[in-house]
């Protein structure tokens, strides 16, 4: 069914004539139609890897939205070479503006699969399947902005004469997983936090023996998902009713997709206990060489153990021990108090507007409402913190 859109159109003139424009998502495939087999093929052939545009969790995470739909691209085979899925401008920003916007709920990372050996065949058919859709932009949202996926698009729009706009960029924390993780420890922390870090943990230790688990199989990941959101819920997000668990139709959908990757190497849950008590937990998606920390839960009458803090620390060495994993993303906002210490990697993402057209009227319009919008979300924040 296609989606419904706001009765006030964007309206603009054209050589003196009124005209509307819209987007409609409604004319692209369904993601719940796309071939499971064949986008995990895909998956396995990116140039740029996406834990969260994996298929089970893209389904999961947007649960029974029907407005969810995927810009595709195929070969001449009619093999799968390109997928992002979109909402539209509407859905995703209540802006009634002609434009398809990468779809993520929980912003974690929207980069496009694209196949590495058609990388620019796949974006410009996607471009040209967002067009056809009627948009005059594709916006994409928390998108790795020097990735190999970005670098397609970009090369593509060139050939056109067209650029993509950057409206919002920043870094947030990741992991180079080739080092030693001792070392990188050593070296990124100064002695007297490491020291106090380590305090911290004998101080656990006094309520148990400390210990790290990995639960890779489908049956441990079902287990420990479990304590993971019993730990997230007693904390401040239970409080605010925003934890997992207080949302029990999502975190049921989200559990059943972490058990299916871990079925294929493609989720663990990181749990830190002492002696029979977790005390934090978390979800790590792996997509190829990549990683990527989803949440975190914690039991906070355990707070002044730090728990988050030594459980990423254990995190940073299991990683740094897989020799498939070479970088982790945190998923964190900027200048997270936690993990930007501990993992001083930067990962640079951004929101980008992709034009669609050459000397298109809409698209300064596009780009100034998006752009404001922006600088209001920002100021409201500022505004609250004081």
Not at 12 to 33: E, F, N, Y
Request: charge should be positive; glycine fraction near 6%; include cysteine.
């Amino acid at each position: 069914m296609a989606e419904t859109f706001p009765t006030t159109p964007f309206v603009h003139r054209r050589a003196g004539a009124l005209a509307t424009t819209t987007a409609d998502p409604g004319v692209l495939p369904g993601v719940a139609a796309i071939d499971k087999a064949a986008w995990c093929d895909l998956a396995t052939r990116v140039i740029e890897p996406n834990g969260y545009y994996l298929p089970e969790w893209v389904m999961a995470a947007n649960g029974d939205d029907a407005s969810l739909r995927a810009l595709t691209a195929h070969d001449s085979a009619g093999r799968l070479i390109g997928l992002l899925p979109v909402i539209s401008c509407w859905r995703a920003f209540r802006l009634p503006l002609p434009a398809l916007v990468s779809a993520d709920p929980f912003r974690s990372l929207d980069t496009p699969l694209l196949d590495r050996d058609a990388a620019n065949d796949a974006a410009a058919k996607i471009i040209a399947q967002a067009r056809a859709a009627g948009a005059r932009a594709l916006v994409l949202r928390d998108v790795a902005r020097e990735g190999e996926a970005v670098a397609a698009f970009t090369r593509v729009l060139a050939a056109e004469g067209l650029n993509p706009r950057l409206i919002n960029g920043w870094t947030r924390a990741g992991l180079d997983a080739t080092r030693d993780g001792e070392t990188l420890l050593r070296q990124d922390l100064d002695t007297k936090k490491l020291k106090n870090l380590r305090r911290l943990e004998r101080r656990l230790g006094e309520h148990g023996e400390v210990r790290f688990t990995v639960a890779r199989t489908a049956d441990e990941a079902a287990r420990a998902f479990d304590v993971f959101l019993a730990l997230e819920d007693s904390g401040w997000k239970g409080r605010r009713g925003s934890s997992l668990k207080r949302q029990p139709e999502l975190a049921a959908l989200l559990r059943s997709a972490a058990v299916a990757l871990a079925s294929r190497g493609q989720c663990e849950v990181i749990t830190l206990s002492a002696g029979v008590t977790p005390v934090a937990a978390g979800i790590v998606l792996r997509h190829a060489d990549r990683a990527y920390f989803f949440k975190l839960g914690i039991d906070e009458s355990f707070a002044r153990c730090s728990p988050g803090v030594l459980l990423t620390m254990a995190l940073t060495r299991h990683l740094c021990a897989d020799p498939e994993i070479r970088f982790a993303d945190s998923t964190a906002s900027a200048q997270h108090p936690m993990i930007d210490p501990l993992w001083r990697g930067r990962f640079a993402v951004g929101d980008l507007v992709l034009p669609l057209r050459k000397r298109d009227p809409l698209f300064a319009p596009i780009v100034a409402a998006l752009s404001a919008r922006d600088r209001l979300r920002h100021l409201a924040k500022r505004l609250l913190k004081r």
